[in-house]
């Protein structure tokens, strides 16, 4: 079977190649009136030995090493070279390292001087970054505390790795959740590191989580995520007027400023733009964010003795807050700045509309109805009195029969009975009704005798004694 002659053009480029980056070190020479520059080629990190042999020196040429444009580079390597003699040599000190030299993109440089003319002769080596380091965890363990009611994809915690290799088909790293029983539970996002809720519904246990990291050829570390499930009746909000990502940065510093003001352990649940799977409505002002287009931030906290696991009840943190206002807010300025401001908001439903949207949209409209209810009523009161005037002065003219009355309802005593029919026995206040008063009464426009202390007026009937009434009809005894 004939080759082809292009494989044999690979194999042969494939030999030349890996010859050219183990062949160090390289001959050159030293030109002190024009200067060189050369390209040592690659060769991998972890490599020691000769980098360089400068061979025909002019007899009696000072020859010093300048590291001016790589000085992480003199760490490496080393010059060795006689002035009486004819040829000098670079080495290395230390093996060679992909990861020191990141700010260089992995390349060494050097440059030969020659001290009689300054002139140099500048040097370049590619160093290799090898696979030769694993991811590792910033922490040991990580520590969330998230409530009940949080909703699919609520991020409790950030998981961070970092692989030390230079490049990127080195270095990068993916995370994944490994196998437990809480996998269907909690999910981690790959690239970020974000662990994130898929359903805390119902979750009351607290539950411990695997989380790994691992490069392109499989090199990995683990971190252990304790998720603390509070129930959500224990949990704070308070909403601030910063930008979400100012408060995501300075978390931590929030953290401390509240613990100082409180004087109790503050476990951040979560930092959110939206009200997020904690209902909430009412709001208890104490600085009213009065402007639409501030900017809203929901802090979710819950409060714990220090050193301890007992709780704070959510009643208890909200009364300090606003007891305490001037102090946590001293404390709060102090990460965020003198403007900021902040409200305690407390459990509802979210459908309830915010106080701003109330005062600017129903109150009017309720304002408005009251005062149209109020002239409709006073129009029909209006023509309401006209009408019993006008028949009671038809009543009058017609000589109604003042022993007559239509009810057979009686008042004993104590009535304010108005327009009604029957017969009231003693401290009767009604006006306009029908039917005889025994005494104390002060009835007006009304039908029927009055037996004592009359001052009607305005009636038919007689008056047995004491009657003040005028225009009425009947004897006055």
């Given amino acids: 079977m004939r080759t082809s002659p292009y494989v044999w053009i690979v194999i042969l480029s494939a030999w030349w190649f890996t010859d050219f980056i183990h062949s160090l070190p390289v001959e050159t020479t030293i030109d002190c009136t024009t200067g060189t520059t050369v390209s040592l080629g690659e060769v991998d990190e972890k490599y020691a030995g000769d980098i360089d042999s400068i061979i025909s020196i002019p007899s009696g040429t000072e020859l010093t090493p300048d590291f001016t444009q790589c000085p992480q580079c003199e760490q490496f390597l080393e010059f060795v070279y006689v002035v009486s003699i004819t040829n000098a040599t670079v080495k290395t000190k230390t093996p060679l390292d992909a990861e020191a030299l990141t700010e260089t993109g992995g390349i060494l440089s050097y440059s030969i001087t020659c001290a009689s003319t300054g002139v140099t002769n ?7 970054d090898l696979n030769d380091n694993a991811p590792i965890f ?80 499989g090199l990995n570390d683990t971190t252990t995520v304790k998720v603390m499930i509070w129930e959500s009746r224990d949990v704070v909000v308070i909403s601030l007027n910063q930008k979400i990502g100012t408060v995501q940065n300075k978390s931590l510093e929030m953290k401390e400023a509240l613990e100082r003001a409180l004087g109790w352990s503050v476990n951040i649940i ?37 050193n301890g696991t007992n709780v704070i009840p959510k009643e208890t943190v909200q009364t300090k807050l606003l007891d305490d206002e001037e102090n946590v807010l001293a404390e709060m300025q102090q990460v965020f ?5 902040y409200e305690v908001v407390d459990d509802g439903s979210l ?34 009195t006209k009408k019993q005037h006008s028949d009671m002065h038809l009543s009058n003219i017609g000589g109604v029969d003042t022993t007559d009355y239509t009810g057979d309802t009686s008042d004993l005593a104590g009535d304010t ?14 006006s306009m009704r029908e039917g005889p008063n025994l005494a104390g009464d002060t009835d007006s426009m009304r039908e029927g005798p009055n037996l004592a202390g009359d001052t009607d007026s305005m009636r038919e009937g007689p008056n047995l004694a004491g009657d003040t009434d005028s225009m009425r009809e009947g004897p006055n005894f």
């Avoid at 040991?140 to 790795?161: F, H, R």
């Fill in 122 to 128: 500048g040097r370049i080596v590619r160093i290799r």
């Fill in 138 to 217: 910033e922490k040991a363990e990580y520590i969330a505390n998230i409530a009940g009611t949080l909703s699919e994809g609520e991020v409790v915690v950030q998981v961070k790795a970092v692989d030390a290799d230079a490049s990127p088909i080195n270095n990068r790293i993916t995370y994944s959740l490994l196998a437990t029983e809480s996998s269907a539970t909690f999910a981690v996002e790959p690239s970020s590191g974000q662990v994130y809720v898929v359903s805390a519904a119902g979750q009351i246990e607290n539950v411990s989580l695997q989380v790994m990291a691992s490069d392109p050829h």
């Fill in 270 to 306: 979560s930092v959110s733009s939206s009200r997020g799977g904690l209902a909430l409505s009412r709001t208890i002002e104490i600085h009213t964010l009065q402007r639409k287009n501030t900017p809203r931030t929901y802090v979710s906290f819950i409060a714990t003795e220090i």
């Fill in 337 to 341: 700045g003198p403007s900021l401001r």
């Fill in 351 to 384: 459908s309830t509309p915010n106080i701003p949207i109330i005062l600017e949209t129903v109150i009017p409209v309720i304002f408005i109805v009251s005062a149209i209810s109020i002239w409709c009523v006073h129009k029909k009161c209006q023509s309401n």
């Fill in 417 to 430: 009975d108005s327009m009604r029919e029957g017969p009231n026995l003693a401290g009767d206040t009604d």
